[in-house]
């Protein structure tokens, strides 16, 4: 139990495009899911924190304008890359924390790797 | 600020040896600590998780022990592996948001057969 998918594994685009990840927990429900980005050797950084039914809050320094956050399902969280350059490119993991249990718990996607040409 | 931070970033050991992995934190309100493992361009995978009221906790093979006052964590590893070679991660959480995860930068451990 408590698998967390991550959809796309890989994504190429070119720069200026857009692109979206899929965050979906499988067999729980998840009132909060988180998303980070890990810089290769680099350790994950929390972007922002996803609750079902309203906006995400977003770490300091991460653009929101940037990176949409949409949490419409207490299965399915969406991080929106917006107009993705170079630099956005990274690997970046979302975690759920199940709504009925421990508030510690966190069960981590697969991750999705990003490349912007 | 919470930092945290591994020490060593990288390790190599043959395969039998008994290994400690060590994480410290400059924040010693912390809620919990977790020890998480990360094969390559894989997601995370929890190992252990201690509250901030114990001292250790084990499972198989793995002891994590806690000092919160010093701002300290191990990960013992005994009688190591090649399949426990991966990136070890150690993360707090703390202050007003116990569930927010703050990672450590990692220690890439490699266990030579």
């Known amino acids: 139990g408590a698998v967390v998918s991550q959809h796309p594994s890989r994504v190429i685009c070119k720069s200026g495009t857009s692109v979206k990840i899929e965050c979906r927990s499988l067999?729980?429900?998840?009132?909060?899911m988180f998303w980070y980005r890990q810089f290769p050797k680099k350790s994950l950084m929390l972007m922002a924190t996803?609750?079902?039914?309203?906006?995400?809050?977003?770490e300091q320094g991460v653009e929101k304008d940037k990176f949409l956050i949409n949490h419409a399902s207490l299965t399915l969280s969406t991080l929106t890359v917006t107009s993705a350059h170079p630099e956005d490119s990274s690997f970046y993991i979302c975690?759920?924390?199940?709504?009925?249990?421990?508030?510690?718990?966190?069960?981590f996607g697969p991750g999705t790797r990003l490349t912007v040409l | 600020k919470q930092e945290v931070t591994q020490i060593p970033a990288a390790l190599s050991v043959p395969e039998g040896e008994n290994l400690v992995l060590n994480c410290s934190f400059t924040d010693s309100a912390i809620y919990n600590l977790q020890w998480f493992r990360q094969d390559p361009g894989k997601g995370l995978t929890s190992l252990l998780l201690i509250q901030s009221s114990q001292r250790e906790q084990t499972s198989g093979r793995l002891n994590a022990s806690l000092d919160k006052s010093s701002g300290r964590s191990t990960l013992y590893i005994a009688a190591s592996q090649p399949g426990d070679s991966a990136t070890y991660l150690c993360?707090?959480?703390?202050?007003?948001?116990?569930?927010?995860?703050?990672f450590g930068t990692g220690t890439l451990l490699a266990v030579q057969p």
């Open positions: 993360a707090v959480t703390g202050g007003g948001a116990t569930n927010k995860l703050i």
């Open positions: 996803s609750n079902e039914g309203s906006k995400a809050t977003y």
């Open positions: 975690s759920a924390s199940p709504t009925s249990g421990s508030p510690d718990t966190q069960y």
């Open positions: 067999d729980f429900q998840a009132t909060t």
